[in-house]
């Protein structure tokens, strides 16, 4: 038997989801494990602690998964560890490729965040006016250690080198499935590339004006979910409801898309873009009717970072500019 | 003083560590569970489009991937002043149940089960669910996890995406189902309710026969004398998607009962400097006490094991053939031997399998009428549900075109911060002798937080031989042999 592949998963700032999408390979997973060796799938599954991997030679991981953002001083020194231990790694996800729905959190000051959620907050009851800390001497003999949230979150190629990337929030187990079979069969692109199958989101939608002729229209309405459901044939973007799929990628199969709902881009920017939000907003921009359309969609849609950066917040152009000048959000 | 940390504790989803704190002689002065980190979802959900934070809460964890999007969107049924029609609220129904199948599958499976299958002193390298498929067989695994997918498959069905769903819109639901979809559903869902019983099988075999198991799943090492909430419904039985919410002291008095914002007239959240997440505790029962056990302790759990303390039966039928053997075999209530909580999964796991059977049998969930127009803004919503690992509270309020504006968010694990903490104080000073630290008495300790978040660790002998001998039997729905799997 060939030798395994020496695979290893981190869960950095994140949830975890990603590495379900590998469990959701069901019993696919078992077929799976004939051809991978898990040496380190923490915190998750495995009971690999920090200090088992800081002791593995360097580049003794042939391949290792990064799920999650870069949060805290923790997170950055394990995927420093396990970059040095692997010979390749993948920015596995959303979060790890783009920031994710939490990186959201730099369109606030690190103090407005804390002060929200351990003051501020209804249920919370802080007579003393005490904040989670770095370190903490309790009784005045017990020394305990927080690693300390970093002042901005960053993607997993602004800390390290970076070999593939994989969108998704989570990436979906089928997808996930084609990736397996691909590695274990050495068929990889060139280093630094998304693993994708290319096609955006509206290539894989069977409501695609193209596909369907259904003909292209200007959009001259703007609606939200709340305000009425779409026609389950027609574009949804079309119908005023804004979806975010001309410009995502779509190796999810246009799964939301499916069960009449837009999309908001966790998969990624298609091929050639860096800044999925500015090209989002383009997009949609261009795509409006007249004035009074953007107009409408600027009175229903009144925050757009949290709106076109959903998902990829920390790879704006923008945000660490935001995140210094932010004073609050309403 | 010698510190002690178990960095990271392994085998739950989210970042925690242990610190353990040895007087001169080596024996535990004091433990410390610290959750090591933060994201702040209450400061940036405002701003945000009320219909929108459904889908995007989902991302707060997932391994519970259904939870916080089912709570959100109850609390968003409430901002707009709508009720989803009988057919929307059944598909949710079925959707959450689904996911509770496959949550407490993983939970029991992939993150629970090694440590009394594998062994809890066996090397780490082998105590996971790697390890787990080599001890049972290729077989076995295999069919559990095709089972457990199939749950995946209707959550992705009905919520659109395996994870992180998006059918959530106020009033309603955003995917109809069709009538052969309808009977792919009830199809699975009959081999659901075969995992449940297969589960609880093998809960039996490896546990309950287990002599050395259950003196440890019954003694005083792994107890925690807490108060306890969960969900009831108006004839007092077990419900997870919508019902009141019961709360009982620790020695099993009738504390009150709540919904929707009088949350906040039971519940309030203690900060403390060293770890960052809160600790609830019961103010009906008083001011805040301390981390502390036994009477008058205003710290509670919640979760399977509490739930199974707060009702009076289970909603389907099998499950409660289960619940009765369960409260037989500890006799008093409520129950404190945290190692239960795994048994306590289990059946709630078939419970949720024959929901969703129920649910897919029901000729109403195929209507067209799945959603009811919102045409006004009230401002403010709170969702509460049974999430799988306890009592969850999303609570919001917007401005008068539904954009958020306040949130609060009381999580499962959250309330049981407090028990936590102490289990683990516990168990490390049941362990912990003259400065042994080895990796296996360390398992132990960490045994005591797993069984309130993802897992049971049930473990008082390591298992030999590398394989334990495993038959299991499934049957079919009329009794007759189905399978036979066994890994010698």
Redesign the interface.
Known sequence: MAEKIKTAFL?A?????????V??L??H??DA?DSLE?VF??????????S?LEAMPDKSIDLAFVDGMI??T?NLHTVKVLRDKSKVLVAFGACASMG???A??D??TKQ???Q????D??????PDN????PE?L?DG???????A?LDHCSTLDQVVDVDYFVGG??P??AFVGKLVNAIIAGDLPPAGSWLTNGKAVCDVCKRNPATTNQGRFLVDEVK???D??PDPEICLLQQGFMCFGPVTQGD?GG??L????PC?G?GGPIPGIKDFGARCASMLASSMADDATTQKFMD????MA?LFY?YSHTTSKLNHAIAGHKED?? | ?K?IE???????????KI?I?LDDSGNVD?A?F?T?????????L???????VP??VS?????C?GVHFTAAMKAVDQV?GVTPPPAGRKLRELFFNAHYVEDHT?VLY??GFPDFVVGPEAS??E????GL?NAVG?DV???V??K??LA?KIF?L???????A??A??GGW??KLSEEERKQVEAWSQELVELGELTLKIFDDVVLKNDKYMELVTGDTYKVEVGYMGSVDPQGLGTFYHGTQKVIDSDGKLIGTFEGKE??DF??????????L?F?YQKKIGP?KGIVEGPGTNIFAVGPLARMNVIEGMSTPIAQKHFEKFHATFGAKPVHHILAYHWARAIEMLSAAEKCLELSRDPEITSNEI?T??TSCTGEGVGIIEASRGTLIH?YLTDE???V????L?VSTTHNNGPINLAVKKAARHFIKNGDVSPSIL?YVEMSFRPYDLCLACATHTVTGGQSPLEIEIFDKDGKLYKRLKNF
């Open positions: 869960l700032g994140g949830c975890a989801g990603c590495e379900m999408s469990v959701d069901s019993e997973l078992v494990l898990i799938w923490a915190p998750t599954v495995l009971d690999a602690k920090y088992d949060r805290n923790e994710g729905i939490a959201m959190g369109l606030h407005e965040l804390f929200e959620a351990y003051k907050s209804f249920s919370t009851d802080n005490v904040y989670p800390s903490y309790l003999k017990y020394n305990l250690t927080l690693p949230i929030c989570p979906n187990y939200r979910t709340c009425d459901r999810c799964s939301c499916n069960v009449n709902i908001r966790c229903k849609f009144n925050n949290k959903r959000t309403p | 003083m510190k178990i960095n990271p504790i392994t085998r739950l989803e989210g970042h925690g610190a704190f004091d410390f610290q090591v980190e933060f994201r702040g979802y209450e400061k940036f405002q701003g945000m489009p009320i219909e929108e889908r995007t991302t707060i964890c997932g391994v991937r707009f993983v992939a993150l780490p390298a105590r996971n669910v790697v498929i290729a695994g295999r069919e996890l095709r457990r997918g995946v992705e009905l919520g659109g995406k395996p994870s992180h998006v059918s819109i106020p955003s995917k949350y906040l519940i309030a959240e203690r900060v403390k400097p060293w770890t960052y809160k609830p805040w959603w127009k919102p609570h075109k539904g954009i504006t306040k949130a609060n009381i398992n």
